[in-house]
């Protein structure tokens, strides 16, 4: 596809804007919203994890095979003139029997090129991709196809019964979240053996691995990083199927995979309803970025994320706020198609901030989090910061170079670093 053709194609499927692509850096975007020096790649994976609980079935206590779709960013070896760019298909909708919101298609283009060569050097961290309820795993493209280019593998899950396509019963989301991460980490490192004959043998360090989870995508990824449920959140799903992931049950900590180095948990759902208490957020130990915004109306603030992250006593934390943004902190921004309901329309979008926005400083500071916490690279400056973005003073030379005083957010341009706070709470005793 010539890059004339492909622009082409790129203002039928996105906004007018003077972006290709979702994730596209903005003028003022802060410095680790450039896209990398990886070509990317992306292909798609059908797996079948057997024999689990199927919670929504009648009577209790059966089991199925659980089908799961995964999608699969790396960084790629492109052949000469080969153009990046592909086109996603994903639906609007919030299940499949809503009349007032009906499943329909919709395309948009994206960077990665379709089953393209992975780059034949080097084996990459792997970051698992958990969406919200309902959703996609194509809903955060950005940032996928953005770490790929940073030098990782990136798999997303579209989450059986939780997307917009098959939404189901709440209780299969609240039971299968954490299962299906680690599955999915499991295959993945079944893959990544040096001679499995799978096309990501040798490619992927699964021993350096994160979660990044997006509403009920952050309550598993709170899961699967050691906080259990409470006993509201045992009580609420009745026949006790969510006692295997209550905080103090043996089976639970059986579930801990010490591959998993770090989290990433954008708005996670669960602190304001009381699902996880002090004793379940003890458990979590493993370093996590929090992103939220202060009028999140579902997940919640103050009660909701705020609390989750004051409360995990035992993890390196840091929590990333957008003053008066709700809920739709993470997704990328509104296809074309959902103006036609409002609905549609608003799982996508924040009333306060541009969505472009949004997704360059979640790359920014995604980034910075993660090469720190699985390639080792010193990125303390991008995460320490002054609290409040408005606070920080620009104090610099001719040349650019800080000058004493100068507390400006690291990364950002002047004028730039607005609309934020950001804090950090070592573990306890560190």
């Given at each position: 596809?010539?890059?004339?053709?492909?622009?082409?194609?790129?203002?039928?499927?996105?906004?007018?804007?003077?972006?290709?692509?979702?994730?596209?850096?903005?003028?003022?975007?802060?410095?680790?919203?450039?896209?990398?020096?990886?070509?990317?790649?992306?292909?798609?994976?059908?797996?079948?994890?057997?024999?689990?609980?199927?919670?929504?079935?009648?009577?209790?206590?059966?089991?199925?095979?659980?089908?799961?779709?995964?999608?699969?960013?790396?960084?790629?070896?492109?052949?000469?003139?080969?153009?990046?760019?592909?086109?996603?298909?994903?639906?609007?909708?919030?299940?499949?029997?809503?009349?007032?919101?009906?499943?329909?298609?919709?395309?948009?283009?994206?960077?990665?090129?379709?089953?393209?060569?992975?780059?034949?050097?080097?084996?990459?961290?792997?970051?698992?991709?958990?969406?919200?309820?309902?959703?996609?795993?194509?809903?955060?493209?950005?940032?996928?196809?953005?770490?790929?280019?940073?030098?990782?593998?990136?798999?997303?899950?579209?989450?059986?019964?939780?997307?917009?396509?098959?939404?189901?019963?709440?209780?299969?989301?609240?039971?299968?979240?954490?299962?299906?991460?680690?599955?999915v980490l499991d295959q993945v490192a079944t893959w990544a053996r040096p001679n499995s004959g799978h096309w990501l043998a040798g490619k992927v360090d699964v021993d350096h691995s994160a979660l990044i989870g997006y509403s009920m995508g952050g309550y598993g990824a709170l899961l699967v990083g050691g906080a259990g449920l409470s006993q509201v959140a045992?009580?609420?799903?009745?026949?006790?199927?969510?006692?295997?992931?209550?905080?103090?049950?043996?089976?639970?900590?059986?579930?801990?995979?010490?591959?998993?180095?770090?989290?990433?948990?954008?708005?996670?759902?669960?602190?304001?309803?009381?699902?996880?208490?002090?004793?379940?957020?003890?458990?979590?130990?493993?370093?996590?970025?929090?992103?939220?915004?202060?009028?999140?109306?579902?997940?919640?603030?103050?009660?909701?994320?705020?609390?989750?992250?004051?409360?995990?006593?035992?993890?390196?934390?840091?929590?990333?706020?957008?003053?008066?943004?709700?809920?739709?902190?993470?997704?990328?921004?509104?296809?074309?198609?959902?103006?036609?309901?409002?609905?549609?329309?608003?799982?996508?979008?924040?009333?306060?901030?541009?969505?472009?926005?949004?997704?360059?400083?979640?790359?920014?500071?995604?980034?910075?989090?993660?090469?720190?916490?699985?390639?080792?690279?010193?990125?303390?400056?991008?995460?320490?910061?002054?609290?409040?973005?408005?606070?920080?003073?620009?104090?610099?030379?001719?040349?650019?170079?800080?000058?004493?005083?100068?507390?400006?957010?690291?990364?950002?341009?002047?004028?730039?670093?607005?609309?934020?706070?950001?804090?950090?709470?070592?573990?306890?005793?560190?």
């Amino acid at each position: 596809m010539s890059v004339k053709h492909l622009l082409c194609l790129c203002s039928l499927l996105l906004p007018c804007s003077a972006f290709a692509f979702y994730g596209d850096a903005r003028p003022d975007a802060p410095d680790l919203a450039a896209t990398g020096t990886y070509s990317v790649g992306v292909r798609t994976e059908q797996l079948v994890h057997h024999d689990q609980l199927d919670i929504l079935a009648t009577p209790p206590g059966q089991h199925h095979d659980r089908a799961l779709r995964v999608e699969l960013w790396y960084p790629a070896s492109l052949r000469p003139g080969q153009q990046p760019g592909t086109t996603y298909t994903d639906v609007l909708g919030a299940g499949a029997n809503d009349p007032k919101r009906p499943n329909t298609p919709f395309q948009f283009a994206g960077r990665a090129v379709r089953d393209a060569v992975p780059d034949p050097e080097g084996r990459y961290p792997l970051v698992i991709l958990s969406h919200g309820y309902p959703g996609s795993r194509l809903q955060m493209s950005y940032l996928t196809e953005h770490l790929a280019s940073r030098g990782y593998v990136v798999a997303a899950i579209d989450h059986t019964d939780s997307t917009r396509a098959d939404k189901a019963g709440f209780a299969s989301t609240l039971l299968n979240r954490p299962l299906d991460d680690l599955f999915v980490l499991d295959q993945v490192a079944t893959w990544a053996r040096p001679n499995s004959g799978h096309w990501l043998a040798g490619k992927v360090d699964v021993d350096h691995s994160a979660l990044i989870g997006y509403s009920m995508g952050g309550y598993g990824a709170l899961l699967v990083g050691g906080a259990g449920l409470s006993q509201v959140a045992v009580n609420f799903v009745p026949g006790g199927a969510l006692q295997r992931l209550q905080a103090g049950n043996p089976e639970y900590a059986k579930l801990h995979d010490p591959r998993i180095k770090a989290l990433i948990a954008f708005a996670p759902w669960g602190g304001r309803q009381g699902f996880f208490d002090a004793k379940g957020l003890a458990g979590l130990t493993l370093p996590t970025l929090f992103v939220v915004g202060d009028q999140d109306d579902i997940a919640g603030y103050s009660d909701g994320v705020r609390r989750l992250a004051e409360g995990a006593v035992n993890a390196d934390r840091y929590l990333l706020v957008y003053q008066n943004a709700r809920h739709n902190v993470a997704p990328n921004p509104p296809p074309p198609a959902a103006s036609a309901n409002p609905e549609d329309f608003s799982a996508y979008s924040e009333p306060a901030w541009d969505s472009t926005r949004l997704n360059n400083l979640n790359q920014h500071f995604v980034t910075a989090f993660l090469d720190q916490q699985l390639k080792g690279q010193d990125r303390s400056n991008y995460l320490t910061l002054v609290p409040r973005a408005i606070d920080g003073q620009w104090k610099v030379d001719a040349q650019g170079k800080p000058l004493l005083g100068h507390t400006y957010w690291a990364g950002f341009r002047n004028r730039s670093a607005v609309g934020m706070e950001f804090y950090h709470w070592p573990a306890a005793g560190k």
